[in-house]
């Protein structure tokens, strides 16, 4: 069992930047992929996928309406993942989870290919 839990949401500006972070309680963090969801607080609005990262760092995958704006990054040593949103947009506004994968597998683009979630934290962009 792994817990995740996420800091860093709040209010941005348009333009602006903010920084998510995930933390992990166990060691199986550094043999686990990473990555990071959202569900716009919008009835119906289904939970969609953001960013991820393979356990190893080596490789990132980004949704295209992130893809240039945000970097996902891992810390093992910290058992840490990070989402740098620069220049966020008010449609990123969205309650944002991390979420891990099963030991050692690649990382996935939907919600079933994770096993642990954290509670989520919310995102709130201005224009």
């Known amino acids: 069992q792994e817990q995740l839990v996420e800091s860093g949401g709040g209010l941005a500006q348009a333009g602006g930047s903010l920084r998510l972070s995930c933390a992990a309680s166990?060691?199986?963090?550094?043999?686990?992929?990473m990555a990071w969801f959202r569900q716009a607080p919008v009835p119906g609005k289904e939970r969609e996928f953001v960013?991820?990262?393979?356990?190893?760092?080596?490789?990132?995958y980004y949704a295209d309406s992130v893809k240039g704006r945000f970097t996902i990054s891992r810390e093992n040593a910290k058992f840490t993942a990070h989402l740098q949103m620069n220049n966020p947009k008010p449609e990123d506004t969205a309650d944002y989870y991390c979420?891990?994968?099963?030991?050692?597998?690649?990382?996935?683009?939907?919600?079933?290919?994770?096993?642990?979630w954290g509670q989520g934290t919310r995102v709130t962009v201005s224009s």
């Open positions: 979420a891990s994968a099963k030991l050692f597998d690649d990382p996935g683009l939907c919600p079933y290919d994770y096993t642990y």
């Open positions: 166990g060691r199986t963090f550094t043999t686990r992929a």
């Open positions: 960013a991820a990262i393979s356990w190893t760092g080596t490789n990132t």
